[in-house]
């Protein structure tokens, strides 16, 4: 398949490219710190993927307002240059364009494309090369192992841990007829097996628990046959091109469950209320993720306000969380610049570990495992509320009791 | 009854399924080309119904029809300028899946930069708002009113072919072009209307596509495309009325393993390709071909 290629600069320096692993003296320093990553301009993955590489552009461009990051090895700011490519959300296609930013455009600092799916390859590539990948939202539990240094999560925590808060909520609520429909991918595999296992613990089985293709855009016949084991709440774990089937096609077959959840609405709301329509989400449950949720007592990079405004600025509109994430990441590898004794990978991965649980960003706490994962924040369970007579929703954080802020609707109307 | 669900809504997508399979078969039966950007004409037939329906309010099924004209129009021309001379070429038929390839590339490309790479939905209610009820289960009402507008719009196709004069010629081209134009049938002419009517069809059935798809999106081109063709070698290539019979399985197929083995759903179609390929390589309908 032909290659969308297509570079930014976004610095204006020089155009000699550093080692991976340079040295650390102040002569040797090079002229730019090149980031590389991959974005989604078309595909499936596009309405995640190109927020989190905006938000990712938006840290470079802050940073370089200043003179560049800072960078601990060299005691100096020096300028990021970015090296993105559009993989076309083909896990291919992007296969062979990560291996190109190590081997041909050999990058500083190697950054994944949004989500499990198109992380995948990427997880691969900078173990066998010894790069350290920066993954942004690919929380599929599989790619952290003990034997791996070469990656690290710089947003969410590993999707295996997202759904605790729900499956707490539904304990809570002695919700014991649960269904689960998931996407056959890592991201909404480990995510059902929490609940799963979070149900069992609790001595509840599902009534209906079944994976259906990433790709599936048609839930009718799967909606009748969850309807037809009378759940009391029915989970459906997809991309955001699933969420806005599942809850269309819901809504146009008549059928009503008493509750719903879904994993986007939380992190693209727009893009979920533009498709499926208010009615369509109105009550609804789902992940609340920034900027729903706000911090703004940090100590590294902006608060959520802070970055709200100044993100407006040069992309109008609201924000929505893969813009989050992309900033975020920019956080987290400015984190490790500034505390790292050389450029080298290993170095960048130590400080961060060094660096980690003292940290607290507009997504809260930082803080990983010893694989590299990120288990600082759980995602709490949010409500759609309807407003307005249905014309609008506002997310409402429904549980945990500590953060909520409304109570749930259950069962929804 | 969750069977009898699968097997109603397996003929209703089936239904759809052979009207957005239709142009493909009917391009390659006068051409004998595969024309791989026929997925992207259906998606660009989803962005026009979605425009007209935003901003001027247009009925969907209105836009199934609304969209045919300058669909044909573009494909007449594009005939003529190209895939006519193409023909003239050694290898027509590797060059012109080179070319509809990229076709499908630019085309994407162009949809992308000029309406952005975000999924678009047309509301249900713009079609029917309430779900219908049939053998005491609830369908949504679109999966009717899409099924039902295929039925007529593929009894045009087939009216065209059989009771007009320039379907006869085009049945004629379709079993031999050679002998065709040794009674006199301008082959170029017949062919490049054809061209035209087989992609207005196509546009046609991505004015109505969304509301079984989930939306439009531009990457959805390639998808369609590798759909479109499983449905037509199941039917069988060149033969019209294989299409219908092909959507049909292809739907039921595609239904009934999201209610059984849904993690399977994406395989098993394909699966069923493979043996209508093995089994009966000439398709379903494979020996009306030979004697049309």
Aim: overall charge neutral; aromatic content about 10%.
């Amino acid at each position: 398949m032909a290659l969308s290629t297509f570079a930014l600069v976004s610095a204006a320096c020089g155009s000699g490219s550093s080692s991976a692993s340079s040295g650390s003296s102040a002569s040797q320093a090079p002229s730019d710190i090149t980031v590389g990553t991959l974005y989604s301009g078309s595909g499936s993955f596009a309405d995640q993927s190109m927020p989190e590489y905006n938000g990712l552009k938006f840290w470079i461009s802050h940073e370089n307002s200043k003179g560049g990051v800072y960078v601990a090895a060299y005691k100096k700011r020096i300028p990021v240059k970015l090296v993105a490519y559009n993989d076309q959300s083909s896990p291919a296609t992007a296969a062979t364009l990560y291996d190109q930013l190590i081997t041909q455009n050999k990058v500083n600092i190697f950054v994944a494309d949004f989500g499990s799916v198109l992380t995948a390859p990427a997880a691969t590539i900078a173990e066998e090369h010894h790069m350290l990948l920066f993954d942004q939202s690919g929380t599929g539990t599989n790619f952290f192992t003990p034997g791996n240094p070469y990656i690290v999560l710089a947003d969410l925590p590993t999707s295996a841990l997202w759904p605790k808060p729900l499956v707490a909520f539904l304990v809570k609520n002695k919700i014991s007829k649960v269904a689960l429909v998931y996407g056959s991918n890592d991201f909404d595999g480990s995510q059902d097996t929490t609940i799963v296992n979070g149900l069992k613990a609790a001595g509840i089985t599902p009534v209906y628990n079944q994976a259906v293709p990433t790709t599936t855009s048609a839930y009718g016949t799967t909606i009748s046959a969850i309807a037809a084991t009378h759940p009391e709440a029915v989970v459906e774990l997809g991309y955001a091109n699933n969420d806005i089937a599942f809850l269309s096609n819901l809504q146009s077959s008549g059928t009503h469950f008493k509750m719903v959840f879904t994993v986007f609405p939380g992190q693209l709301q727009q893009l979920l209320e533009k498709n499926v329509g208010e009615a369509g989400m109105a009550y609804s449950y789902t992940y609340a993720a920034p900027p729903l949720i706000s911090y703004n007592s940090v100590n590294l990079g902006m608060g959520t306000t802070a970055f709200e405004a100044a993100f407006q600025k040069q992309y109008p509109g609201p924000v929505n969380a893969p813009e989050v994430y992309g900033y975020h990441t920019g956080l987290t590898i400015q984190l490790a610049l500034n505390h790292a004794n050389s450029l080298s990978q290993l170095s960048l991965r130590s400080a961060l570990m060094a660096e980690s649980g003292k940290v607290t960003t507009l997504e809260g706490l930082f803080k990983l495992n010893s694989q590299g994962a990120q288990i600082g924040e759980l995602l709490p369970v949010a409500q759609l509320m309807p407003t307005q007579g249905n014309a609008n929703t506002s997310v409402q954080i429904v549980y945990p009791s500590s953060q909520a802020t409304a109570k749930a609707v259950y069962p929804a109307p | 009854m969750l069977f009898e669900y699968a097997i109603v809504a397996g003929v209703l997508f089936g239904l759809f399924y052979s009207f957005l399979s239709i142009g493909l078969n009917l391009v390659f039966g006068v051409q004998r080309i595969v024309n791989l950007a026929h997925g992207d004409v259906i998606m660009i037939g989803g962005f026009a119904s979605w425009e007209l329906y935003y901003t001027y309010h247009l009925n969907p099924l209105i836009s199934v029809v609304v969209v045919i004209p300058p669909t044909v129009l573009v494909g007449y021309i594009i005939y003529r300028l190209v895939i006519g001379p193409l023909s003239k070429a050694k290898d027509p038929e590797m060059l012109s899946l080179i070319l509809f390839f990229g076709v499908s590339q630019i085309l994407e490309a162009l949809v992308t930069i000029f309406l952005g790479n975000n999924q678009r939905s047309i509301p249900d209610s713009s079609l029917i708002s309430k779900p219908v009820q049939f053998l005491g289960q609830s369908y949504p009402g679109v999966w009717w009113i899409v099924a039902a507008a295929s039925i007529p719009m593929m009894g045009l196709v087939l009216l065209y072919l059989y009771k007009t004069k320039l379907g006869t010629a085009t049945r004629a081209i379709m079993a031999d072009a050679v002998e065709a134009a040794a009674v006199g049938i301008d082959v170029r002419k017949v062919s490049a209307i054809t061209f035209g009517v087989g992609l207005g069809i196509t546009a046609s059935v991505g004015a109505i596509a969304p509301f079984m798809l989930g939306g439009v999106d531009p990457s959805e081109g390639v998808n369609l495309t590798i759909l479109a063709f499983a449905v037509i070698v199941i039917g069988s290539l060149g033969n019209i009325a294989g299409t219908v019979v092909g959507g049909i399985i292809f739907g039921l197929a595609l239904e009934l393993t999201q209610l059984y083995i849904p993690s399977w759903s994406s395989l098993i179609p394909y699966a069923l390709l493979l043996i209508v390929l093995l089994v009966k390589p000439s398709g379903v309908l494979g020996r009306r071909l030979r004697s049309a």
